[in-house]
């Protein structure tokens, strides 16, 4: 069974949430005004039916009893996203490091797909893709 969710949301510790919808909004993705922006977060849409809550680290410790990882030293996870192009990925990844992201790696061409990251001013791992698919199928 797959269970289709009306909304997908996750949240990401920051250090500041000012500067991180800065930097989100920068890249072109857009604030949810569904949602009550303050201090402590921001909803930011980054796809149809998918956002990000960026939310203040203090604040972000008071929902979970484990602790957040230090993404100066460990990854915790990979957050990827697919674009219509391989221009897109370029623009979304160039503008990126020019906000104070860094790169993670240098792009990778698959033919079927092509694919590049960026790590994010909070040290979150973001990778951006395009997808032929006519080139998968075959």
């Known amino acids: 069974m797959v269970l ?15 500067q991180s919808k800065a930097f989100f909004t920068g890249l072109g993705f857009e604030i949810n005004p569904q949602f009550p922006e303050n201090e402590n977060s921001v909803a930011v849409i980054i796809g149809d039916n998918l956002q990000v809550m960026l ?6 410790n ?9 993404t100066s030293r460990y990854a915790q996870m990979t957050i990827a996203l697919a674009f219509e192009s391989r221009k897109k990925v370029d ?19 698959y033919e079927f797909m092509y694919h590049w990251g960026f790590v994010d ?18």
């Open 91 to 109: 623009e979304i990844v160039n503008t990126a490091v020019s906000l104070g992201g860094k790169l993670h790696a240098d792009p990778e061409d």
């Open 62 to 70: 008071t929902l979970t009893e484990k602790e957040s990882v230090d």
């Open 121 to 138: 001013i909070d040290g979150h791992l973001w990778a951006i893709n395009y997808m032929n698919t006519v080139a998968a199928q075959n």
């Open 55 to 60: 939310i203040h680290h203090q604040f972000f």
């Open 4 to 18: 289709k969710s009306a909304f997908t949301s996750f949240n990401l510790p920051v250090k500041n949430v000012e």
